[in-house]
């Protein structure tokens, strides 16, 4: 089987050299922020989204944008670059302007990470507003669209007037994708597709919407050369979990979590193991897929 195309990189730094955007980082305590980590221990130049606005509503509160940057810069290879820039996903024109300054400021991006989220000012159905339905949608759906579609546009693929558009074509596969496939795509859901989540309707729909369309949206992009997979991280305690700063009930949740396999929350490192190992040459087989990384808390 033939290497892919990056596969001479050292073993112990698959990902050296190559560039990636992590959205939805701007705290120490948040998945995005591991994930970022753990990407820059892996020889990658990374350059990271935030909007701390976000995080100055809810209970946890925002974190000193300083203190994550030089988290992430103290985690990079010898030689590998960082950048970062704020934005508001809910703007429609916020997905390119991240993409392009990602790409002026590292070279080309072969790795996104969508993990931003609006989250707050949800409710019951019977809550619902066009206005609280709107901004999870633009932030939380959309944007992620916007900024796949954005990224996938570095990559040459069919040419435009062979571009797939009509109803149930699927695109032509232009070559074998172990030498081809040299982009990477994850995006973040939630786990509404596991049970219920109670008040939080606008949330979970716009979650609900991105695990939906993966398979589409995979298929299309692997014309391009580009794998993209789901990541339901579970329960991760980022803040919203912590007995002085939750945003729910706590006590049904500590009974329950106490019975889980592993007895406790997942931590952002958790999930970001996973997220680390798919945007690796060694998950080139592994697409469209919407995979859950929770401890075995549905169990």
Same mark, same amino acid.
């Given at each position: 089987?033939? !290497?892919?195309?990056?596969?001479?990189a050292?073993?112990?730094? !698959?990902?050296?050299?190559?560039? $990636?955007?992590?959205?939805?980082?701007?705290?120490?305590?948040?998945?995005?922020?591991?994930?970022?980590?753990?990407?820059?221990?892996?020889?990658?130049?990374?350059?990271?989204?935030?909007?701390?606005?976000?995080?100055?509503e809810?209970?946890?509160?925002?974190?000193?944008?300083?203190?994550?940057? &030089?988290?992430i810069?103290?985690?990079?290879?010898?030689?590998?670059?960082?950048g970062?820039?704020?934005?508001? $996903? @809910?703007?429609p024109? %916020?997905? @390119?302007?991240?993409?392009d300054?990602?790409?002026?400021?590292?070279?080309?991006?072969?790795?996104?990470?969508?993990?931003?989220?609006?989250?707050?000012?949800?409710?019951?159905?019977?809550? $619902?507003? !066009?206005?609280?339905?709107?901004?999870?949608?633009?932030?939380?759906?959309?944007?992620?669209?916007?900024? &796949?579609?954005?990224?996938?546009?570095?990559?040459?693929?069919?040419?435009?007037?062979?571009? #797939?558009?009509?109803?149930?074509?699927r695109?032509?596969?232009?070559?074998?994708?172990?030498?081809?496939? #040299?982009?990477?795509?994850?995006?973040?859901?939630?786990?509404?597709?596991?049970?219920?989540?109670?008040?939080?309707?606008?949330?979970? #729909?716009s979650?609900?919407?991105? @695990?939906?369309?993966? @398979?589409?949206?995979?298929?299309?992009?692997?014309?391009?050369?580009?794998?993209?997979? &789901?990541?339901?991280?579970?329960?991760?305690?980022?803040?919203y979990?912590d007995?002085? &700063?939750?945003?729910?009930?706590?006590?049904?949740?500590?009974?329950?979590?106490?019975?889980?396999?592993?007895g406790?929350?997942?931590q952002?490192?958790?999930? %970001?193991?996973?997220?680390?190992?798919?945007?690796?040459d060694?998950?080139?087989?592994?697409?469209?897929?919407?995979?859950?990384?929770?401890?075995?808390f549905?169990?």
């Amino acid at each position: 089987m033939p !290497p892919s195309a990056a596969s001479a990189a050292p073993l112990d730094l !698959p990902l050296l050299g190559r560039g $990636m955007i992590v959205t939805g980082v701007s705290r120490r305590r948040g998945i995005g922020f591991a994930v970022a980590v753990r990407l820059a221990e892996l020889g990658a130049n990374v350059i990271i989204h935030h909007y701390s606005p976000n995080d100055a509503e809810q209970p946890w509160g925002a974190d000193d944008l300083d203190e994550v940057r &030089t988290g992430i810069r103290s985690a990079l290879v010898d030689g590998a670059r960082f950048g970062d820039l704020g934005a508001d $996903m @809910a703007d429609p024109l %916020a997905p @390119a302007r991240v993409v392009d300054a990602a790409v002026a400021a590292i070279g080309p991006v072969r790795i996104l990470v969508s993990n931003h989220a609006k989250s707050g000012g949800d409710g019951s159905l019977l809550d $619902m507003t !066009p206005d609280s339905l709107d901004i999870h949608w633009q932030v939380n759906t959309r944007s992620t669209l916007l900024l &796949t579609r954005h990224f996938a546009e570095q990559f040459s693929g069919a040419a435009a007037g062979e571009r #797939t558009t009509a109803p149930g074509v699927r695109p032509a596969s232009l070559r074998p994708l172990d030498e081809f496939a #040299t982009g990477r795509v994850i995006w973040t859901t939630s786990g509404q597709h596991d049970g219920p989540m109670p008040g939080e309707v606008a949330y979970a #729909t716009s979650m609900a919407a991105l @695990a939906g369309i993966t @398979a589409t949206v995979a298929s299309e992009l692997l014309d391009r050369g580009i794998l993209l997979n &789901t990541v339901n991280p579970g329960p991760v305690n980022t803040g919203y979990l912590d007995l002085d &700063t939750p945003d729910r009930p706590l006590d049904d949740l500590l009974a329950h979590i106490a019975t889980t396999p592993f007895g406790r929350f997942g931590q952002p490192i958790d999930p %970001a193991r996973l997220i680390s190992w798919l945007v690796t040459d060694e998950a080139r087989w592994i697409v469209g897929q919407v995979l859950t990384t929770d401890g075995g808390f549905r169990l």
